[in-house]
């Protein structure tokens, strides 16, 4: 499975620099192409987000870079990122490691649900057996809050747990 790489018409739409006769109705018809194409990624990146972050609680975001589509993986700075892209793109799921050093895993508007979750399920093999993370199954607090009132109700448990 491989990115989607944006065609090079994407850029002259963007900037309105493209010539064609008049009346011609191909760019708007292209830009509403490209931009029912850019829902398709974004949802197909936000189901990959989905099932990373519940299984090994990795973030990750939609990113176009290169003109490649891919998600960006939010990996521990201790990450082989050389060594994680590798073994994803070993899964034949397209993976890189971009400039800043981070794992990109591909994104293509024409997956099938089944290369979705193939695409998901390959990115979390990978980063579950070379990382050894995995999501707890409690929601973890976000807010300082949260974090008091979680801190709260885990000494309430303790101290119920104590008088049994």
């Known amino acids: 499975m ?23 109705r191909v760019p708007q018809k292209q830009r509403d192409l490209l931009k029912s194409t850019m829902s398709v990624l974004e949802s197909i990146a936000a189901d990959m987000r989905g099932g990373l972050l519940e299984t090994v609680g990795v973030e990750s975001s939609f990113l176009i870079d290169d003109g490649r ?33 981070k794992v990109c895993v591909a994104v293509n508007p024409w997956y099938s649900t089944k290369d979705v979750d193939q695409a998901v399920l390959c990115a979390i093999k990978v980063v579950h057996v070379l990382l050894g993370i995995h999501a707890t199954d409690e929601n973890r607090p976000k807010t ?6 979680k801190s709260l109700q885990e000494i309430l448990e303790i101290q119920k747990a104590s008088k049994k």
């Open 2 to 24: 491989e990115a989607w790489r944006i065609p090079s018409v994407w850029e002259k739409l963007q900037g309105n620099n493209y010539d064609v006769p008049e009346n011609s």
């Open 69 to 101: 589509c891919s998600i960006i993986l939010d990996l521990p700075e201790t990450a082989d990122t050389e060594l994680i892209a590798r073994a994803i793109d070993a899964e034949n799921v397209e993976a890189w490691r971009n400039s800043q050093g």
């Open 144 to 149: 300082f809050k949260q974090k008091i009132l």
